[in-house]
């Protein structure tokens, strides 16, 4: 029988929550999330316990990290399914704020820049993303102040930001990352999959193809893997691509041609009206 969870909608109510846990003695974990929870997302939960004994994940669809013309409205919400999902892993809780009592004055006049990388990749194509990220991410460390956060590596260059503001700003906190749980296909998990057609799912397949591609020219040096995964794009006319880059993970700037060691390779595309995004760690010889 799994135990109870508690369903906490108010700050005071999550503030009240850990005040108890702490003064038992626990270690906390959060794991932020906008809901519509999958096996990736389970995966997070699954780290958290791991590392601590309280496991709170927050259920958020945060307006400030979509642009006017994205997907806000249309993004999947399962609050109900979520819940039970993490009372099946043996999560303590679960906060799940409507967005007044996240903004109660309707937005944020405080904001959290995410700076230059803030505006590219991503961010170029997502103006202010990233900016409404780390305000939120930020808002909810400081309700739950966990000592550890867990982030999954799908998102690569939300999970750089969140390391660098934790770095700049001195956070108490340690940041766990995982990485990206995959269908039996390759497709990387997201909760925008489920917005996808039966025929556009198969030419979402194009990413995970993109990055084995690249991955497979490593040897050749990253114009090479450039050239690898945009050719799959230009086979698949089911896809638009947004953009495709080698990046230094140590910095996130643009891997040069000589580059040797690690890098990552970082892909977006439009499959329909579903924007996915997706990445592959890759050792150059
Ligand atoms: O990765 C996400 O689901 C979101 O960007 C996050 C970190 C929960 C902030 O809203």
């Known amino acids: 029988m799994p135990a ?8 005071a109510e999550a503030r009240a929550f850990v005040a108890s846990e702490r003064a038992a003695g626990r270690r906390i974990a959060l794991v932020p999330t906008m809901g519509a929870l999958h ?13 601590a004994d309280t496991v709170i994940a927050s259920v958020f669809v945060n307006p400030m990290q979509f642009g006017p013309h994205e997907d806000l409205e249309r993004y999947p919400r399962s609050p109900e399914a979520d819940t039970a999902q993490l009372v099946v892993l043996g999560a303590e809780a679960v906060f799940m704020p409507e967005v007044a009592e996240m903004y ?4 944020s006049a405080t904001v959290v820049t995410a700076g230059h990388l803030g505006t590219v990749l991503e961010g ?39 390391r660098r503001m934790v770095r700049d700003l001195n956070l108490p ?58 050719a799959v794009f230009q086979a698949d006319s089911g896809v638009q691509l947004d953009y495709l880059a080698v990046v230094d993970p140590a910095t996130f700037a643009p891997a040069s041609d000589d580059h040797h ?24 010889p």
């Open 173 to 230: 906190l340690e940041i766990v990352s995982v990485p990206t749980v995959r269908e039996r296909d390759g497709l990387a998990m997201s909760s925008r999959n489920a917005l996808l057609t039966a025929g556009e799912r198969q030419d979402a397949l194009a990413l995970s193809r993109a990055l084995e591609a690249a991955g497979a020219a490593a040897d050749r040096g990253v114009e090479a893997m450039l050239a690898a995964a945009q």
């Open 124 to 162: 170029r194509s997502r103006p202010g993303h990233f900016d409404g990220v780390l305000t939120v991410v930020t808002k909810l460390l400081s309700i739950v102040q966990p000592d550890v956060a867990v982030f999954g590596e799908k998102d690569a260059q939300q999970l750089f930001l969140v």
């Open 261 to 284: 060691g690690s890098a990552q390779v970082l892909v977006a595309a439009r499959v329909g009206a579903v924007r996915l995004i997706d990445n592959a760690v890759v050792t150059l």
């Open 4 to 11: 109870p969870i508690q369903t906490l909608t108010t700050v």
């Open 39 to 51: 096996e990736g997302h389970l995966a997070l939960v699954r780290a958290a316990r791991e590392h």
């Open 104 to 107: 109660p004055d309707g937005r």
